[in-house]
């Protein structure tokens, strides 16, 4: 298995009830090591240009609004097979679906506070590391 990037969001339910260290150590107990990471507070045309593949559907205003609530934790991880390995750790989109254990069986108030957000590809996580994060910032 290659060594590979995916990017990660501590979404703001989760910095909100101060679980960004909880979040991160399971993130790095499954073997996933934190290569970038800062907390910002989302602005609305940040929001609107990292979920614009959702603009056509109807719970976007919500979701943008969801985001920019309060302040995200945005992560560059790294690990072998980065992108499974976080989507794994995380769980399933809803937390009533998700395996004991993850991340939003554990800490997710319902299907749209879940917690994290996670890349769903290689391909999808270049570009959104590139969305939050300068190739500098990046230290691994």
């Given amino acids: 298995m290659a060594v590979t990037r995916t990017f990660s969001i501590i979404k703001p339910d989760a910095t909100r009830r101060n679980l960004t260290g909880a979040v991160t150590k399971m993130l790095e107990d499954a073997g996933l090591r934190v290569v970038a990471s800062k907390r910002i507070q989302m602005t609305r ?77 290689e391909e999808n996580a270049k570009i959104e590391i590139d969305f939050f994060f300068n190739e500098d910032e990046i230290v691994g």
Avoid at 95 to 115: H, L, M, Q
């Fill in 45 to 121: 045309e940040q929001a609107e240009g990292f979920y614009a593949v959702h603009k056509e559907r109807p719970f976007f205003g919500e979701l943008v609004d969801f985001m920019i609530s309060g302040p995200v934790v945005v992560q560059v991880l790294e690990g072998e097979d980065a992108v499974k390995r976080n989507r794994d750790v995380m769980g399933a989109t809803n937390p009533a679906d998700a395996d004991e254990g993850t991340i939003r069986k554990t800490y997710a108030e319902s299907i749209e506070a879940n917690s994290v957000h996670g890349s769903d590809s």
